[in-house]
C-alpha cells in the first residue's frame, strides 16, 4: 500500500499538482479512496471529502468554494454529476477515475469527462512509477481536509 501511495503521489505530481492544492474524493468506501486520500496529504494536498448523496448544485457549490483542481470519482451516478456541473467549475482540471483497480487491463487509462481530462487509477499509478525522481512527503503541518456539512438547511458549510 505504501508503494502504492507513493506512486500515486508521483502521478499526481507528474498531471502538475501541487503543495496546498485541493483534491476531492466523490466515492464510496472502497480501498482505493484512502489510496488517493494518502498520496493528496503525502504531497501537501488537501483533502475535499463529498456525500455521495450530494446533488449536482451542492457539488458545484462545495468544488468551487474549495477551489478544487482535481477529483478523484467512482461509479456511474457520480460521474454523471460531474458531467452535468463541470463546466461550472472553472478551477476544475483533471478527473481520476477509481472504478477500475490498478489490475484491470480492460479499463481506459486515459479519456474525457465531458470537456475534462480522466485518467484512471491505473493510469496515474503507471505514470507514478515511470517518473523520474523522488517526491518528498511534506514535512510540517498544514489544512489537510476540508469537510462540508451536508447543506440541509441551506448551502454547505465547511469544517477545517
Given at each position: ?69 482535481f477529483l ?9 454529476k460531474i ?78
Amino acid at each position: 500500500m505504501g508503494e502504492q501511495i507513493v506512486h500515486a503521489a508521483k502521478g499526481l505530481t507528474a498531471l502538475g499538482f501541487q503543495p496546498g492544492e485541493r483534491l476531492a474524493i466523490l466515492a464510496d468506501n472502497r480501498p482505493e479512496w484512502p489510496l488517493i486520500d494518502l498520496a493528496c496529504l503525502y504531497l501537501g494536498g488537501v483533502n475535499v471529502p463529498l456525500y455521495l448523496t450530494s446533488q449536482p448544485n451542492d457539488l458545484a457549490y462545495i468544488l468551487k468554494d474549495a477551489g478544487v483542481m482535481f477529483l478523484a470519482v467512482a461509479g456511474d451516478d457520480q460521474r454523471k454529476k460531474i458531467e452535468q456541473i463541470a463546466v461550472q467549475v472553472p478551477t476544475l482540471s483533471q478527473v481520476i477515475n477509481l472504478d477500475h483497480g490498478p489490475d484491470d487491463a480492460s479499463s481506459p487509462q486515459e479519456g474525457r469527462l465531458g470537456h475534462l481530462p480522466s485518467l484512471s487509477l491505473k493510469g496515474l499509478l503507471a505514470r507514478g512509477e515511470q517518473a523520474a525522481g523522488t517526491t518528498q512527503p511534506v514535512s510540517h503541518p498544514h489544512l489537510a481536509t476540508i469537510i462540508y456539512t451536508s447543506g440541509t438547511t441551506a448551502c454547505p458549510k465547511t469544517s477545517c
